[in-house]
């Protein structure tokens, strides 16, 4: 079946602009995370859904980091006013949510800010 | 602080040869750790799963094991093939948490 689709793959965008990132998580899969993974570093965790609980927002670097979940479908993580710091790629998983599931990622969108 | 470890930071082999990656953590309660393989440019694919009853499990080549006890974890890989070139992440979840822990990988390079 069809698995995690992020879009773009490829985001080039000028220092002050706005970017949203898109993912469509497998369908039935009820929780869904976002990643930011730097040049070479590890998965750095962004944020969690599960369903239509409140979202985890801990990972969130700052305040011009956001995303929404509409139920069960599709995400969209925006970063407003991006910042060369912000250049990474985004992944995003999502998961059947009970308890020993592995999480499914997409391939990431790769940000680059100028 | 719930932490994973993992070491080498990077190796290299030459393919046909065996390797053995580690993985130290202190996430508490445990549940589960799982290894995941990153391909370049790809996002991470489960390899195999660990829950605490569990010391050993194999998936082909590669063979996971886990001691509860040290908080430790390996994953060898038996008969390395150029394909196995990637970076490996120890992730563990906790039983308090839907919010895994991840390593920050060994990046395997597997030369002919």
């Known amino acids: 079946g069809a698995g995690v689709s992020q879009s773009p793959s490829n985001k080039v965008t000028e220092k002050g602009k706005d970017v949203e990132l898109r993912c469509d998580p497998i369908s039935g899969h009820t929780a869904l995370y976002w990643y930011r993974q730097r040049l070479g570093q590890g998965l750095e965790f962004l944020i969690y859904f599960q369903g239509n609980s409140a979202p985890d927002k801990s990972g969130l670097p700052s305040d011009r980091f956001s995303a929404e979940r509409t139920g069960e479908s599709v995400s969209t993580l925006t970063i407003q006013r991006t910042q060369q710091e912000d250049s990474a790629v985004y992944l995003c998983?999502?998961?059947?949510?009970?308890?020993?599931?592995?999480?499914?990622f997409g391939n990431g969108t790769r940000l680059t800010v100028t | 602080k719930n932490q994973v470890e993992q070491s080498p930071q990077s190796l290299i082999i030459l393919e046909g040869k065996n390797c053995t990656l580690q993985c130290n953590y202190t996430v508490s309660p445990f549940s589960n750790l799982r290894w995941y393989k990153q391909d370049t440019g790809r996002g991470p694919v489960s390899l195999t799963i660990?829950?605490?009853?569990?010391n050993t499990k194999s998936n082909g080549r590669y063979t996971a094991t886990l001691d509860a006890d040290t908080k430790q974890s390996s994953l060898h890989i038996t008969a390395s093939q150029l394909s196995d070139s990637a970076s490996y992440i120890c992730v563990v979840s906790s039983g308090g948490s839907y919010i895994p822990t991840f390593g920050r990988g060994t990046s395997l390079i597997v030369h002919p």
């Open positions: 998983a999502s998961s059947l949510a009970e308890g020993l599931k592995p999480l499914h």
């Open positions: 660990m829950t605490f009853s569990e």
